[in-house]
């Protein structure tokens, strides 16, 4: 039950903004957003868990909605440093399982 | 603190040749993960540990794979015979483990596969 992400892409010049969706078609207990730069290894963002808030540092925040099986991340006024693709991970319960990644979405910064 | 150490980085073999990647996690990580990543993909589970046992190996291809965590610390995981479509970045991660169970899982920089 891998989790749909989309967009698949995106395109951005420096100090736009932009809106990754994570969806599952099962109940959701955490999700987890990784970005992975071309050749390195996934890099935590944050986890958000079922009932919880929403979580953010600097201008990258994300929500999780539970009515809907989704969580979005939220990247506020683009830097060129957060070109890379981003992942989001699910567990669908609290056991301890590994996460299920998305395909991901890529993100392309411009100056 | 180090992170999660990987080798080696990079492995090219001829198909039905075996191979053998090494995983260090970070220190006092009960949980180890092993991912495979093909190109525009995202990390598939292929075996998790929980100190020195399996939690979980549903996806591992058994045939051809195997893996061992010995001492529940350093992980191998071995392939053999090769394919062509094992080609891909294989990912080992660590996390905590124990309770709470959503913890942060922190990934090695990968060991990139060419099976030739």
């Known amino acids: 039950q891998q989790p749909v992400q989309s967009p698949q892409a995106v395109i951005l010049r420096e100090g736009e903004d932009a809106v990754i969706n994570c969806s599952s078609s099962k109940a959701l207990y955490s999700v987890h957003w990784y970005r992975q730069k071309h050749g390195e290894a996934p890099v935590f963002l944050m986890i958000l868990l079922k009932g919880g808030e929403q979580k953010g540092h600097d201008k990258i925040s994300a929500s999780f909605n539970e009515k809907k099986q989704q969580s979005s991340l939220y990247l506020t006024a683009s830097q060129l440093s957060y070109s890379g693709t981003y992942f989001c991970?699910?567990?669908?319960?609290?056991?301890?399982?590994?996460?299920?990644f998305g395909k991901g979405t890529t993100l392309s910064v411009s100056s | 603190e180090a992170g999660v150490a990987q080798s080696p980085r990079y492995k090219i073999i001829e198909k039905r040749q075996s191979v053998a990647f090494w995983c260090n996690p970070i220190s006092g990580h009960a949980t180890l993960y092993w991912y495979q990543q093909i190109l525009g993909q995202g990390p598939k589970l292929l075996i998790q540990f929980q100190n020195n046992g399996v939690v979980d190996d549903s996806q591992l291809p058994k045939d051809r794979f195997s893996a061992e965590r010995l001492k529940g610390v350093d992980s191998t995981l071995k392939i053999q015979p090769a394919k062509l479509e094992d080609s891909a970045v294989y990912l080992c991660a660590s996390s905590l483990g124990g309770v709470p169970h959503h913890q942060t899982q922190y990934f090695g920089p990968g060991t990139r596969l060419l099976v030739l």
């Open positions: 991970g699910t567990e669908t319960t609290q056991a301890g399982t590994a996460l299920i």
